[in-house]
């Protein structure tokens, strides 16, 4: 299930690939909800286009591997 997660950082908002892996929201490694640097959880949404970089290169990245890469 392709599911996606709205962080708004500094004013800014961006959509993220949702993760769960080492406490994470975000693939990218963003916690979600840090008010000291003004990182907070906005929503997640069912549709719309990730517009994370960052986001972006790690899930282009992990598609050259497949099953048969691991143990």
């Not at 708004?8 to 929201?25: L, R």
């Not at 972006?56 to 992990?62: D, H, L, P, R, V």
Request: with cysteine.
């Amino acid at each position: 299930m392709k599911r996606r997660i709205k962080i708004k950082d500094d004013g800014e908002t961006q959509t993220h690939i949702a993760s769960t892996i080492a406490g994470y929201v975000t693939l990218c490694g963003l916690d979600g909800d840090d008010p000291e640097i003004g990182q907070f959880t906005v929503g997640y949404p069912s549709r719309g286009k990730i517009n994370c970089l960052h986001c972006k290169q790690i899930a282009e990245e992990g598609r050259q591997w497949d099953a048969s890469d691991f143990e």
